[in-house]
Structures are given as C-alpha cells and as structure tokens.
C-alpha cells in the first residue's frame, strides 16, 4: 500500500527490514527551501530507505542528527543515515548518521571538527585538537554574504560579565580597522605581579587619564590638558621654554630702569645715575631664571 503526501514523495508503508541506511533526500527542489525549513522545525524529513527501499516520508529525525546532516540538490543524494524500525508502528526512525564519502575530513586522535557550508564558497568549521589544545574558528564568505562571528551575552540584571585569559600573549589583528566602545568607561592597564604599572583611563564625563611607571601623567579635562613629568620635549628639545610670568616681570622692571636712565640722560648733567647702571646689571643676571627647568622644545 502506498500513500502519497503533498510533495509528490510516496511513503512505502511496506513490510521493512529492521533497519539500514538509507539517504537524506529533497522531494522537491523548486520547494527546496520550505522544505528544509519545515524539516529543521518539526525534525522530520525524506529519506531514500537504501539499497531494495524506495522513498520514506516524514520519518523522525532526532536534533543531534539533523543538526549534521547535509540536504542534496536535485539529482543527488544527502547525508547517510542509520535507520531502524520502530516496533509500535512499523515505520522507520533515523537514530544516527554516516559522514557521506567525499565528506570526510582527516582526523585524528582525540579531534573532532564540525563543518556547514552552502555547497558553494561559504562555509563555517569549527575544530578541536585535543592532543595539541587547539581550538579553531573558521568561516568563509563570498563577495555577497561577508563572514560575521557575534558573541551576544545578556542578563535582566545587567551584570553580564566576559573573561578573557592568556598567560602569555593575546593578539587581535585587523586588516582594515578595528572598533572598541562603551557607554561607561574604558580602561587598559599593565600589570606586574599584581600592582598597576602603567593604565590609560578614559570615563565619560570626567575624561582621559594616563599614567606610567616612570612618573609621567598625562590628564585630558573639558578645556584642559595637564602634562606632568620630570621633562617635557616639544620636538627634540634642544632648548628650553621660556617662563611666561617671569619673563613680563622681568621685562617690566627692564623697562623702567631704561625709562629711568632716559630720564637722566635728558638732564643737562647727561650722565646716567651709577644706580640704573647697577640695576641693568643685576637684570642681566636674571635672565637665566626665565629658562624652563621642565620644558624644552627646538
């Protein structure tokens, strides 16, 4: 007896074997798509029984199986599954799967890789080498659908949290640009044995902070930039900066002392007071206190 379904498959329900392996199939390729779609939702699907075996319709497939199995285009078939028939009903249930030759992968002691592709250029591989601790990511777009890797976590609480550790080196590489946010605050930091040696610090709303472990501090505020260190070059500085406080002091008490021996030239004596003569003098000697001990510049 046989019975025909809505995609044109008849289901043999015939006198079967206890079991065997049969195919993966697509009744109908120009329904391809819902079909496949309507297989992942209700974990049911085609299968060809194999060799003395026609069609199977709707036969139970458990998740950890479909999740592994290959749909074939028109003309080809699918994945291999191990089928049995169930006691009850008589009917076929696929119970595991076969990797389909051409499919396989070398692999080895202690590994296990799990791969998914399209059937063209796109494809996602996941691979774990326990003799060598690896761990290996790998997805392949094309030129109409990049590669996209998300990692999304969430709590109602707000307190998700994500760690990250490597004893040894960590190394993020972009070919093009690499993007980091936040909505709070960002903080990078070298440690040593535990104790903060150097850390730049940027909070939303106060600003940017950077510290080392050679004493210099760099703080960025609203119109404000602090540099404190024990020398501070503009360029290659090879000459000091001037004070600018000291410098129009000084230039003042210059300016009066000429003003004064100006004064008294115009006298009809015309001779300038031994004072404004020492005064210049011990402006002289001033002058080097207009140099920068701090800064320097070219």
């Known amino acids: 007896m046989q019975q025909k379904d809505i995609l044109g498959i ?10 065997g392996v049969g195919y993966v199939v697509v009744p109908d390729e120009n329904e391809r798509e819902e079909y496949i779609n309507d297989c992942y ?48 009903s008589g009917l076929p249930v696929i119970v595991a799967y076969l990797t389909k030759e051409g499919d396989g992968f070398s692999m080895g002691k202690n590994q296990y ?36 890797l998300q990692i999304k976590i969430n709590s109602e609480n707000e307190d998700s949290l994500v760690d990250i ?15 980091i946010s936040t909505s709070g605050s960002l903080n990078l930091s070298v440690t040593e044995e535990g104790v903060t040696k150097g850390s730049i610090k940027y909070v939303l709303g106060e600003g940017l902070t950077y510290i080392d472990e050679f004493d210099n501090k760099i703080t960025a505020l609203n119109n404000e930039i602090k ?19 000291s410098l129009n002091e000084l230039l003042g008490e210059l300016i009066d002392t000429i003003s004064t021996m100006v004064l008294a030239v115009s006298l009809p004596t015309a001779v300038p007071s031994p004072p404004s003569v020492l005064k210049l003098t011990t402006i002289k000697g001033k002058l080097s206190s207009l140099l920068s001990k701090l800064s320097n510049t070219d």
């Open 113 to 148: 890789r799990l791969v998914r592709g399209n059937g063209s250029s796109k494809t996602v591989e996941f691979f774990m080498n326990g003799e060598e601790s690896l761990l290996q990511i790998s997805l392949l777009g094309d030129k109409d659908s990049p590669s996209n």
């Open 41 to 88: 939702s209700t974990h049911r699907l085609t299968m060809q029984g194999g060799r003395g075996y026609g069609f199977f319709n709707n036969v139970l497939c458990p998740e950890q199986v479909i999740s592994n199995i290959h749909f074939p285009h028109e003309g080809d078939l699918g994945t291999p599954v191990i089928w049995i028939k169930d006691g009850v």
């Open 10 to 19: 008849h289901n043999n329900n015939l006198d079967i074997g206890s079991g």
């Open 165 to 179: 550790y490597c004893d040894n080196q960590l190394n993020i590489t972009s070919d093009k640009e690499i993007n």
């Open 227 to 245: 540099l404190e260190s024990k020398s501070i070059n503009l360029g290659s500085g090879k000459q000091p900066l001037v004070l600018g406080n």
